[in-house]
């Protein structure tokens, strides 16, 4: 369709289009900034509506895609609005005089005389349609920057409330973000990142990878191939789903990164890094200034890295198209990603077309961009479009953090307690964070590269007669880049806590103290119309306000935001008035209520400058409270929400606006500018509350309660062993037999061995009763479980079991001749199920529960026997057994300890009881986990099913109080051998959750008859759950608990479907001796089997570190098992 | 919980949006990867797979659940509510959850919206006039970056207003 109307500036490569207008009448703006998730298109549309005379609905804005809109650079600093929207507004105006020019001519009369209105020139009573005057043009227009606009007096459609144009399709999930977007034939890569996760400079970037074993993956289902470049390193298949896993599988060596520098003080570290000294501004004398205080006050601020946590995490996708390739991405600036991508696959940037689409808030630079070039490089490579989807860690661990910064200022009052004298310093270490494939394939330098953006706000907005600004220009330690802002935050951080400083140093109200300084009316009424309309309460001094353990206080700040290179454009002004309440021994800070106030010259949306007002105090309210990056020797640590929690509903202050009316002046970004003083506010308002000054943020609990000057329990947490690489659990806990080595001695020589069974062809006369027996057996005795190795034929064997003597493998049960059972006889089948012996005379590890299979009836043996003969035989072979007791050492074990007696019934009980005696302590094999171990391995009759450690999992007490203390009855047992779960008492886990898919499978009969033994164990009454304790010191693990754990075993909703079954109070794995089970658990998570009620539970090896790990463990102890001594 | 080396799942029969669906694929696939993956959905969002974020959630049965970490076989015979399914199947109309989130701006990026107007549902079919001390606790887990806290409970809120008046009427 061609245009009637196209209004563009001339570049050097041809036309940038700010607007069109089709035959129809219908406008379509064009924007080279994009939608960061602030639903700034409507603020667009509304302007371009107002300056046109058109409806909301005839007006389309396009954003961002770099083959229609023009590079107007990043998405950043809160411009769009105020910078990039402005020649949009000259197009439009210069449209409706191109338009009322031709009604003029239509209507032969005066121009002046020709009024617009909803579409259409008026004249006198003649109406001439925009389409009218349309018809048959096809005008090209270069852009009038001069072009007269509409005098905001006449406004209609700017500063009036417009809705949002993109969330009816959010609503509906018919919105395409980047996530969403679907091309026919793409595949899939999953990157596999380096283990310097988070750094970008050093001559190890890009030259770390040693090598990786391809045959590793390439069976698994949908692998199309691995492809790499330098340290650039991805896997490719059909399904995202298919692309992590064998990401996960592929075996790769890295060489060790070399370590951070100690990023435990973040002022000591960033002084000891390289480092440029800028002075961005000195005006009277500073050393005589500082000499002629009289009130001298040195102050340090410190900040630290913050992650930009967007909730989605990054997604690109690109198809090379023969080398004129198309990149759908949800990059923050599209134009300066082309070139970027153009570097990176060697072409000219106009054979390159981004298409934008929204992804989740960025508020920054995160890994939108990197992903976009880990796609194009994947696609260049096979030829076919390809989608990569960051996980959640791979997106916290490597997006550009916002920057630590340390603020230093020498200063003072004069002897009239004015003003006198500022010398401000800042360390920024920080650039644009170069695109990670560019550095990753070595495509540019990792050289450290400094960047200047550590001056944004660097000028305090104060009437100081000596002034010094120094910005110290440092690349970054870890990769950092702008984050909502940027430095401008912390810096006024520091500014604005220090004249809060002076004023208490004054004795004078802190707000007072600031007017006075104030030359700018602007500015000066923006801070008085705020107190006053928050209900500001002087003070000349912190009050102190207490209510018991509860400190209250209110605080000021103000910042007019500056952003852009030094000395920059003034952004929208805001001001903070904040009340909080100081918890002074939990050291826990709650904001109540957030008044800001903010000048923003004209409003063209009220709804979104509230919206933002309301997310930057949110966002910033976390960032000062809570939020700070951690790392361990090499990297950033920080993986998920769990320890990078954000802003909770629960936590929300009351926020209240103010919008200081000024539409005669120009639109100010909003962006960012409620959030520059919330640091400072918050600090302050702490100050008033407890004389406490803090200066170092987050403002966490930990730093609180040091401040406050409370002393800290001592950490319970030991750290824990270094992490080895795991089996899976069942296999480890079946090793029941413990305690060999000393057998070992006895050696061989003085026991005999047992002679082989010789191997025949069994012929089995069997019946279909006895085969259902053989099978409800089989269940029972769970041997499927250990006989099935993971992802392997089921009863083939093979799955490795685990011992503190080496690794046995489980032997394959079906009836293969070679590999199997198949040449097995009855008599060998006994002996083996009663002595531990295998047919070739060998000794069986007791890791086999023979010791209480021998107790089983003659019947059951052969119905099992029979049931094993009947199934498919499968050929497998088994590996050897690594173990370090020779097997003779078994033979001697045998004769001291293991007796081949049967069950007599008990003839004081009845038929159903005596029954699930047998069930219990033969084929169901109880004891063998339940039955604490004495010397040898050996089962202590003594303590029967009193509860047991093996290895690092909690078999609780099935006899005796502690069985009684946990309230099971016959019925609660029943139904759980049935399911898995007893309602509020009991939910099975682990290796007892694999046992219940046998006992799932038993007759009703048989699973009263072992409830009813298992009943008449227990002793005593039931307890009731220990209530939780909440920790009197909430610290990190509180946090992690809260922001990791506690969705599922703190529910929000009754009904959660994937919310734990019981409550934390009623896990053994927290009232065990030890915290083994515990760590596992969380390490490992758990997998309820599918058919019973038992449900899942992610494992946290991969998120958390070991230390976190342990730690929690005894958190959660302390939390859900008050009545229970802690943990060592 | 990842899909096994090669484990090929028995065919999987449950209701989605009240459709019958019935699928293959890989054992052990997150209900999560199942919608989205291999049966096209947008609604369910992958925000951390640990079930910390919310933007995931779906309706099981009427029950809210987190779907990142949901095995895609545990809702065999069970009927799965995700977003698109929210609107009337007739009208198109949306339902009184997201006409709310509609009127009062419920999201900014709209990333976290899924996970919130699954929960607001769930949460207004428990609990018809909830304070917003109750939405507050409902929505706890529910993480949203942006800072639109308070225009969401603005929305629960105007939710069940507009439950209220439909059922009046």
Not at chain 1, 124 to 131: F, M
Not at chain 1, 334 to 351: C, F, K, S
Not at chain 1, 712 to 727: I, N
Request: negative net charge; proline residues 8%; contains cysteine.
């Amino acid at each position: 369709m061609t245009n009637a109307l196209t209004i563009y500036r001339a570049t050097e490569s041809g036309r940038d289009v700010f607007l069109t207008l089709s035959p129809e009448g219908h406008a379509t703006g064009y924007n080279g900034h994009v939608d960061l998730g602030t639903g700034i298109g409507i603020a667009l549309t509304q302007i371009v509506a107002e300056e046109l005379d058109l409806p909301l609905e005839a007006v389309t804005i396009h954003l961002g895609d770099t083959a229609h809109t023009p590079n107007q650079g990043p998405t950043i600093a809160s411009e769009t609005i105020q910078i990039t929207a402005a020649p949009l507004r000259r197009a439009a105006a210069q449209a409706r005089a191109w338009l009322v020019a031709q009604a003029a001519r239509q209507c032969d009369a005066p121009e002046a005389e020709i009024t617009t209105l909803d579409g259409a020139c008026l004249w006198q009573d003649r109406r001439l349609p925009y389409d009218a005057l349309l018809q048959n043009h096809a005008e090209a227009l270069p852009l009038d920057e001069a072009a007269p606009v509409k005098d905001p007096a006449s406004y209609r459609v700017v500063g009036r409330k417009a809705g949002r144009l993109d969330l009816p399709a959010k609503l509906r999930a018919e919105f395409d973000y980047i996530q969403d977007v679907r091309l026919p034939g793409m595949i899939h890569g999953h990157v596999i990142r380096p283990p310097y996760a988070g750094r970008d400079s050093g001559d190890f970037i890009g030259r770390s990878l040693i090598g990786y074993d391809a045959t590793s993956v390439e069976g698994m289902p949908g692998y199309l191939g691995i492809h790499h470049e330098g340290d650039f390193l991805a896997v490719l298949a059909e399904t995202a789903p298919q692309a992590r896993a064998i990401a996960e599988t592929l075996k790769v060596d890295w060489r060790l990164p070399p370590p951070l520098p100690d990023m435990e003080s973040i002022a000591d570290t960033l002084k000891a890094q390289p480092s440029t000294p800028r002075p961005l501004l000195a005006s009277g004398d500073i050393d005589a200034g500082l000499a002629e205080t009289a009130h001298r006050l040195d102050r340090r601020y410190v900040w630290p890295w913050h992650m930009h946590a967007s909730i989605g995490p990054s997604c690109a996708v690109a198809d090379w198209n023969g080398g004129t390739p198309l990149v759908w991405s949800g990059t923050q600036n599209p134009h300066m990603l082309r070139g970027d991508l153009a570097v990176l696959v060697d072409l000219p940037e106009e054979q390159i077309e981004i298409r934008r689409h929204q992804a989740a808030g960025c508020y920054g630079r995160n890994c939108a961009d990197d992903v976009a070039g880990d796609a194009l490089l994947l696609s260049r490579a096979c030829g076919r479009p390809v989608r990569v989807q960051l996980t959640r860690a791979q997106e916290s661990l490597w997006e550009p953090k916002g920057a630590a910064q340390l603020m230093e200022i020498r200063g003072g009052l004069d002897a009239a307690k004015d003003f006198h004298a500022y010398d401000f310093q800042s360390w920024y270490p920080s650039n644009r964070g170069p695109n990670l494939a560019l550095l990753l394939t070595g495509r540019i330098s990792p050289d450290p590269r400094p960047d200047t953006m550590g001056d944004r706000t660097a000028v305090p907005p104060y009437r100081i007669p000596h002034r010094r600004i120094v910005a110290h220009d440092m690349a970054p330690i870890v990769r950092a880049a702008w984050l909502r802002g940027v430095s401008a935050l912390p810096n006024t951080f520091a500014h604005e806590s220090y004249i809060d400083e002076l004023a208490a140093e004054a004795g004078e109200d802190p707000v007072a103290f600031r007017l006075r300084h104030m030359d700018d009316p602007r500015q000066a009424e923006l801070v008085r119309r705020t107190a006053e309309e928050a209900g500001w309460e002087e003070h000349d001094g912190p009050r102190l306000q207490r209510e018991g353990r509860m400190a209250y206080g209110q605080g000021f700040a103000f910042a007019t935001y500056v952003h852009g290179p030094f000395p920059g454009v003034a952004a929208a002004a805001a001001a903070w008035v904040v009340d909080v309440a100081v918890d002074t021994e939990t050291g826990e800070v709650t904001l109540s209520r957030v008044f800001v106030g903010q000048d923003q010259g004209l409003v063209i949306n009220p709804d979104g400058v509230r919206q933002q007002i309301h997310g930057n105090v949110i966002q910033t309210a976390g960032r000062v409270l809570t939020e700070e990056v951690s790392f361990d020797e090499i990297s950033v640590t920080d993986q998920s929400f769990a320890d990078y929690p954000l802003t909770t509903f629960p936590q929300l202050p009351e926020i209240r606006t103010l919008l200081v009316e000024r539409p005669e002046d120009p639109p100010l970004g909003v962006g960012e500018s409620a959030a520059v003083p919330a640091a400072a506010a918050i600090a302050n308002a702490i100050f008033d509350a407890t004389g406490v000054r803090m200066r170092e943020a987050p403002f966490t609990p930990e730093k609180m309660r040091a401040a406050l000057g409370q002393t800290e329990t001592p950490a319970t947490a030991l750290p824990p062993p270094p992490r080895k690489p795991r089996l899976p659990l069942r296999t480890r806990l079946a090793a029941g037999a413990i305690g060999l080595m000393g057998l070992a001695g006895l050696g061989a020589a003085s026991l005999p061995l047992h002679r082989a069974i010789a191997p025949v062809t069994p012929q089995i006369a069997t019946t279909a009763e006895q085969l259902a027996r053989g099978e409800t057996l089989f269940a029972l005795g769970n041997c499927s479980s250990c006989h099935t190795a993971t992802g392997g034929l089921k009863n083939a064997g093979g799955k490795p079991v685990e011992t503190p003597f080496g690794t046995v493998f489980s032997t394959n049960l079906t009836p293969d001749a070679e590999t199997g059972l198949g040449r097995w006889s009855y008599a060998a089948f006994a002996r083996a199920m009663r002595h531990g012996v295998s047919r070739d005379g060998r000794n069986l590890y007791p890791a086999f529960p023979y010791t209480s299979f021998a107790k089983m009836a003659e019947a059951d043996l052969q119905a099992l026997y029979a049931y094993i003969q009947s199934l498919e035989p499968i050929r497998a072979e088994v590996p050897a057994a690594q173990m370090q007791v020779p097997r003779p050492a078994l033979a001697a074990w045998n004769a001291l300890f293991h007796k081949v007696d049967t069950l007599s019934p008990d003839p004081a009980q009845d038929a159903t009881w005596n029954r699930g005696r047998y069930l219990v302590e033969t084929l169901g094999h109880c004891s063998a986990c339940h039955t604490p171990r004495g010397t040898f391995g050996v089962e202590d009759q003594t303590r029967a099913l009193s509860g047991a450690m093996i290895r690092d999992w909690f078999a609780p007490a099935l006899a005796g109080p502690e069985a009684g203390a946990r309230g099971w009855d016959v019925p609660t047992l029943t139904r759980y051998l049935k399911t898995g779960t007893a309602p509020g008492l009991s939910a099975a886990s682990g290796p007892m959750a694999e046992v219940i898919e046998g006992t799932s499978q038993l007759p009703e009969g048989d699973l009263t008859a072992m409830a009813t033994y298992l009943a008449s164990l227990a002793e005593g009454s039931a307890a009731p759950v220990p209530e939780p304790v909440l920790p009197a010191t909430p610290d990190r693990m509180h946090r992690i608990y809260e922001s990791a754990c506690a969705s599922c075993h703190e529910p929000a909703f009754a009904d959660l479907l994937t919310a734990a079954q019981i409550p934390l109070g009623r896990s053994p794995a927290l009232r065990a001796p030890s915290p083994e089970t515990a760590m596992t658990v969380i390490r490992e998570g758990l997998s309820g089997p599918l058919g019973t009620e038992l449900r899942d539970m992610p494992g946290f090896a991969a998120d958390l570190p070991e230390t976190d790990i342990a730690a929690l463990a005894r958190y959660l102890r302390a939390r859900y098992a008050p009545d229970l001594p802690a943990w060592p | 919980m990842r899909p096994g080396k090669g484990r090929m799942r028995e065919e999987l029969r449950f209701t989605l949006n009240g459709t019958q669906v019935t699928c293959g694929g890989a054992a052990g696939l997150t209900l999560l990867d199942l919608l989205r993956e291999e049966l096209g959905l947008n609604g369910p969002k992958y925000g951390c797979g640990l079930a910390q974020c919310g933007a995931c959630t779906v309706l099981v049965d009427g029950a809210p659940a987190r779907s990142c970490i949901l095995r895609a076989e545990r809702v065999t015979g069970r009927s799965v509510t995700t977003l698109e399914g929210l609107a009337d199947p007739d009208t198109g109309a949306l339902s009184p959850t997201q006409q709310a989130f509609l009127e009062m701006e419920g999201a900014q990026c709209g990333y976290c919206l899924n996970g919130m107007v699954m929960s607001a549902t769930a949460l207004l079919r428990a609990n018809a006039d909830p304070s917003e001390a109750e939405i507050r606790s409902a929505l706890r887990h529910n993480l949203c970056r942006c800072g639109a806290h308070l225009e969401i409970i603005a929305s629960v809120r105007r939710a069940a207003e507009l439950m209220r008046e439909a059922g009046h009427a």
